[in-house]
């Protein structure tokens, strides 16, 4: 915030003596500042002030050239909380062009708490920076049961900005989703409990209530780079991957995670005469994601060795030709999103017995950043499985002990075999039946170990609910 202090010639304790002395030291000791380092110093340092003490050593730098000097001056003025400085306040609202001292000048009006002030704050609502709309708000909803404020309030559900709409539903609309949960939250159906499905996905989730997954980590097929994603068009496979997410967006609990690992892919040439296509996945279904209101929270690189990911950089390394250059590409991305709720994510956490909050402490030795360094892992049987340690993280960082965990894309197995491990449960569905009979072979091995799991069909799957 402030210019350096490298070369400052006052101290804390001579700031704090002077403002002990009373308001001509203090206003003393701000004139003699040789610079606006110095000034921000003996503002930044004031700490609570006497409300007894006059305006006039902050008023006169209010103006004033450098912006972290005007900042600390209003901060001071708005300790004073006097329904006086409002005019003040007002005109720099009106005149100020940087949004940091703008936003503590509405600051100050609201920690007045005067209802003097309402008419002010409710006029900053029309501003057309949010930040400020925010602070407004923040000022306004000290009065909330106020008529007039509550209907001023209430009218900005529809906003144009979308923080503006979130504040206002959960201070006024309630919680929507929380309405149909029948279950408690940490709590699923036990006909979910360690099953896997054969079928397609989509006519699997259409027997799943609402709200009963606490976490889904899937690998969708990548759209024609593999033998079981086949789809007519770029468009048909998005849209079959909109249908998919939604239907998950139904079925996940209040403020719940998913976490959908993909990468662009590459079409090959049909001749040498044509060229490849890459079709960038994960920005593509990232869209409607949003659309549908999965909330996005990160981006996690997951990160190969370059040895072990096809070589494409070969034929640029011979003739080193603009243009032609094609990178190796050793990344792939995990994007997290979570269910939109106006509830804080401490409140998912409340939702669980100290005991299991204990239990499900992440270990020491987590990630710290977000790209993830992992070896991928082949198969005999299926191309594209998931490492048990990229599987473990996900389910480590986003769930607790006992939660279900889903899959909509079972594939071997991965995700159902490291939940078990880690004392949660799962839910999987795949459509091929070789990987389904693969996910069985582990079953045999008892490698779905403890608890039976239950490979049905989708037949056998609706008999068990209804
Ligand atoms: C990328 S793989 C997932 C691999 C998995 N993560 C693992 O660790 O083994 C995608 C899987 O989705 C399956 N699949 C494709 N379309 C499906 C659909 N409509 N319903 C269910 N499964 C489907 C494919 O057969 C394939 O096994």
Wanted: aromatic share 12%; glycine share 4%.
């Amino acid at each position: 915030m402030t210019d350096n202090y490298k070369d400052l010639s006052i101290t804390r304790e001579e700031v704090l003596t002077a403002k002990t002395k009373g308001q001509d030291e203090l206003k003393r000791l701000i004139q003699s500042a040789r610079n606006s380092g110095e000034l921000v110093f003996i503002l930044e340092n004031i700490g609570s002030i006497p409300l007894s003490f006059g305006a006039d050593c902050f008023l006169s730098l209010i103006e004033y050239e450098n912006k972290d000097v005007r900042f600390w001056a209003i901060k001071n003025l708005g300790k004073l909380k006097s329904i006086e400085l409002l005019p003040v306040f007002m005109h720099i609202i009106n005149t100020e062009s940087n949004t940091s001292v703008k936003r503590e000048a509405v600051s100050s009006i609201g920690r007045m708490r005067r209802t003097e002030a309402i008419p002010s704050l409710i006029s900053i609502l029309k501003d057309s920076d949010p930040k400020i709309v925010c602070q407004a708000i923040r000022g306004l909803l000290v009065f909330k049961g106020c008529k007039e404020v509550d209907t001023k309030l209430k009218a900005l559900k529809d906003h144009e900005n979308e923080m503006v709409v979130s504040v206002i539903k959960k201070e006024y609309f309630g919680n929507e989703s929380t309405k149909k949960d029948i279950l408690p939250h940490y709590e699923t159906y036990p006909f979910l409990v360690n099953t896997v499905v054969k079928g397609d996905v989509r006519d699997i989730m259409h027997y799943v209530p609402d709200q009963s997954v606490h976490l889904t980590f899937t690998s969708p097929p990548y759209y024609n780079a593999r033998d079981y994603s086949i789809y007519p068009s770029y468009e048909a496979y998005l849209k079959f991957l909109a249908d998919v997410f939604s239907e998950v967006y139904r079925i996940t609990k209040e403020g719940r995670f998913l976490i959908v690992n993909t990468s662009p892919v590459i079409v090959p040439r049909i001749s040498r005469a044509h060229s490849s296509k890459r079709y960038p996945i994960p920005f593509d279904i990232h869209h409607d994601l949003i659309k549908m209101g999965w909330e996005f929270i990160d981006d996690i690189i997951w990160m190969k060795p370059e040895y072990s990911v096809k070589n494409r950089i070969g034929g640029f390394q011979q003739h080193r030709r603009p243009l032609a250059y094609k990178p190796n590409t050793v990344t792939e991305y995990l994007m997290v999103y979570r269910k939109q709720t106006t509830r804080l994510i401490d409140w998912n956490i409340h939702q669980y017995s100290d005991k299991i909050i204990e239990e499900s402490k992440v270990p020491d030795n987590f990630e710290t950043t977000n790209v993830w360094q992992i070896c991928p892992k082949s198969d005999k049987v299926h191309s594209a499985i998931f490492p048990y340690d990229l599987c473990k993280r996900v389910i480590e960082y986003y769930s607790f002990v006992g939660d279900l965990i889903f899959d909509p894309f079972g594939g071997s197995g991965t995700v159902g075999r490291t939940a078990k491990k880690l004392n949660r449960r799962f839910f999987l569905a795949e459509k091929d039946p070789v990987y389904f009979e693969y996910m069985k072979s582990f079953q045999r091995e008892n490698i779905f170990e403890g608890t039976p799991t239950h490979f049905l069909t989708l037949n056998q799957f609706k008999s068990t609910i209804l």
